[in-house]
């Protein structure tokens, strides 16, 4: 199956052996003329059942029984990122949302609560926070500054939006006892950021990885928020996050 699609801003052809990733990516669907082509095969599915076994065995769990179309989604999406390298454009782990158009990422280690932190912003702003994406969103990262595009690789709560918006700030998420957020360096958040990139088996892929990791880091606002998950939570980060932004 085949079928042309615009993930941040750039056309791509992907072939697959399930249609199942052309129906989770039909919202990007496009008439362009394609600058990448992403192909699977049988072998590609079976390299990503290892990863994934091996990665839930080292958790102490026993991997559950994932479909191969399922599987193929994640061969799709990593070499989609692979592709999206060359164009400055990085897949990061968080959870990104729009507020009057501006973006803000939330990034911590699973379980901290990325996702309900999203869900307190969205109920504390109502329609003027849209999700763009709640886990796996791709940042076009340049010297001019960060964007944030949404990607139909979503999460467990299927969270996201084809839309674009310059990144404001960045906010590493701690549960706390108390809701108190913290401007930190480049320096402090680095490390965090690092770990939330994609990151390529490929020795020059990954150059450009830390090359635009440390441009992330330089040209964006870094918060560390200890928090609860009360919707106090998302009034504190908000308050500091968009401060100076006319909101």
């Not at 290892?50 to 061969?75: C, V, W």
């Not at 911590?108 to 702003?125: D, I, M, Q």
């Not at 701690?174 to 108190?180: I, L, Q, V």
């Not at 020795?203 to 990885?209: A, C, F, I, P």
């Amino acid at each position: 199956m085949r079928g042309i699609y615009r993930f941040a801003g750039h056309c791509v052809e992907i072939e697959s052996v399930f249609p199942r990733v052309h129906e989770m990516c039909q919202p990007y669907r496009c008439d362009g003329r394609p600058e990448y082509a992403v192909r699977t095969t049988g072998d590609d599915i079976g390299r990503e059942r290892e990863k994934s076994d091996s990665e839930i065995r080292m958790e102490g769990q026993e991997p559950p029984s994932f479909s191969d179309a399922y599987l193929e989604t994640l061969a799709v999406h990593r070499k989609l990122a692979e592709c999206l390298l060359d164009e400055n454009v990085l897949l990061f782990h968080g959870s990104a949302i729009a507020v009057d158009g501006a973006g803000y990422l939330f990034a911590a280690k699973s379980g901290v609560g990325k996702s309900t932190h999203a869900r307190l912003w969205r109920e504390l702003l109502g329609p003027r926070a849209v999700m763009i994406n709640d886990d796996k969103p791709f940042l076009e990262i340049t010297g001019q500054g960060v964007t944030v595009w949404g990607t139909p690789w979503d999460g467990k709560h299927g969270l996201s939006s084809n839309i674009s918006a310059p990144l404001r700030a960045v906010c590493l998420l701690e549960r706390g006892e108390e809701d108190r957020i913290e401007p930190i360096s480049a320096r402090e958040a680095w490390p965090a950021l690092w770990r939330q990139s994609y990151r390529s088996a490929d020795t020059e892929k990954l150059r450009r990885t830390l090359a635009m990791t440390d441009c992330l880091a330089r040209n964006t606002r870094l918060y560390r928020l200890c928090c609860t998950q009360d919707i106090h939570a998302a009034r504190v980060a908000f308050a500091a996050m968009s401060e100076g932004d006319g909101q």
